[in-house]
């Protein structure tokens, strides 16, 4: 039985792996040397292998943002563990700096902020491109889609520039 490694440092909604986000990251483009991609793949998923063994991120977390350009308390609230290092980059635990003030926040308004903000989508939607789940399902029998069938920011990223190379990975 294949298993998503998990959502920490995926993007919203659709689950690819953060190293594709054309500005944000800009850690890997398509047509960039496999072998880095391979070491970011293996990287993610060792912190993964860390989150679910010491039941924390290894290093800083990051939130999405809200609409005044501040980390997300629902994210934050929903997505962080108390011991995890905290996204306002002050070197504390999330629980003992910013977890006491999104707790403030009354609860269901601000699920419902971040659902319309993101088109009634909630955290739990998080998973991967379809198109690669079924072509994984398919043991190899199907050939993995483009990433630019798969990846909506990547694909609105061209669709606005133009000028990415895109090959299969
Ligand atoms: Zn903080």
Redesign the pocket.
């Known amino acids: 039985m294949v298993e998503w490694i998990g959502p920490r440092h995926t993007n919203f909604p659709d689950g690819s792996v953060c190293a594709y986000h054309p500005v944000l990251d800009k850690a890997w483009s398509p047509g960039d040397d496999l072998c880095v991609l391979l070491d970011i793949y293996s990287v993610w998923a060792l912190r993964h292998l860390h989150l679910a063994v010491l039941d924390r991120w290894p290093g800083r977390q990051y939130a999405m943002l809200d609409e005044l350009g501040q980390s997300d308390p629902y994210y934050r609230l929903t997505q962080f563990k108390e011991a995890e290092l905290?996204?306002?980059g002050?070197n504390?635990r999330?629980g003992e700096?910013?977890r006491p003030h999104d707790l403030k926040h009354p609860f269901l308004s601000i699920l419902q902020a971040f659902k319309r903000r993101n088109s009634g989508r909630g955290i739990l939607d998080r998973a991967p491109p379809g198109k690669v789940t079924a072509s994984v399902a398919q043991s190899g029998r199907n050939a993995p889609p483009p990433i630019s069938e798969v990846h909506d920011l990547l694909r609105a990223h061209i669709a606005g520039s133009g000028n990415l190379l895109v090959t299969r990975v």
């Open positions: 905290c996204s306002c002050s504390r999330y700096c910013c």
